[in-house]
């Protein structure tokens, strides 16, 4: 099942809606963006959700091989299985984005506010990732007009338990309603379990899924009218989501 993750939430309302139209994770921006939202209104939707994810006990996977910190797909298979214990414990979970922000306050507003994890959507590096007190989704950004041939180049195991590919395009990162190339995500995906960004919309979550086989799909923008959250196109996303894994299954099963 692709998990669906619903950026840009601003009100406990709108966690709430994203929550109850399946979301598995819900995102809120610290970063410079129109969608920025301050401490009090993360802490507020982090108990519409029922409270953080520090508070419930988690069963974990297997610690993984100190080998695998060197090797891509087995790091970022292993941070699939952390994530998903922690889904089951808590759904939706409260991602945090960041970017271009100091680590000490990336630190501090994330223990403040009761975010579960951290989304680093800026220029920050791996190494960084390993400076940050909750575990990271680190976002590479791909060029729709210059995509790299071996897009892999730019992924590194042992940091960040997570990897999203965004399209780089416009002043904020992340939320512009740009797609990239959906072949480049495919490659990444084909390899590793990652989330796609940039321009999905209820639209066109469907083809996107059947083409790149992601393991997460991230929205912003798509499930948005004239800069605020539309429900109504928030259900929609969640349902062309669940609706492009039925199809996927049952052409796996005829």
Not at 221 to 249: L, N
Request: with cysteine; aromatic share 6%; glycine share 8%.
């Amino acid at each position: 099942m692709t998990l669906v993750k619903i950026c840009g939430n601003r009100t406990p309302e709108d966690a709430l809606a994203a929550a109850e139209a399946g979301a598995d994770m819900v995102g809120v921006t610290f970063a410079a963006s129109p969608r920025h939202i301050e401490v009090e209104d993360a802490q507020a939707m982090v108990r519409a959700l029922g409270g953080p994810l520090a508070r419930h006990e988690i069963t974990m996977p297997p610690p993984v091989q100190g080998r695998a910190r060197e090797e891509i797909e087995p790091w970022f298979v292993h941070g699939a299985r952390v994530l998903d214990a922690y889904l089951q414990v808590k759904r939706p979970l409260v991602v945090g984005i960041f970017a271009d922000q100091p680590i000490e306050e990336v630190n501090a507003i994330s223990e403040e506010s009761g975010i579960d994890l951290v989304q680093l959507s800026g220029d920050e590096t791996w190494e960084d990732c390993l400076l940050v007190t909750k575990q990271v989704i680190q976002v590479v950004h791909v060029s729709p007009i210059d995509s790299p041939s071996d897009p892999m180049q730019f992924v590194q195991p042992g940091f960040a338990i997570a990897l999203m590919l965004d399209s780089a395009h416009g002043p904020y990162r992340g939320g512009t309603g740009v797609t990239f190339s959906w072949e480049v995500a495919r490659q990444v995906s084909s390899r590793i379990p990652m989330v796609l960004a940039g321009g999905l919309t209820p639209e066109n979550v469907g083809e996107a899924i059947r083409l790149v086989r992601p393991w997460a799909v991230d929205v912003a923008s798509g499930t948005e009218t004239d800069g605020r959250k539309d429900y109504d196109k928030v259900r929609a996303f969640v349902r062309a989501v669940r609706e492009a894994d039925a199809a996927i299954a049952q052409e796996a099963g005829a």
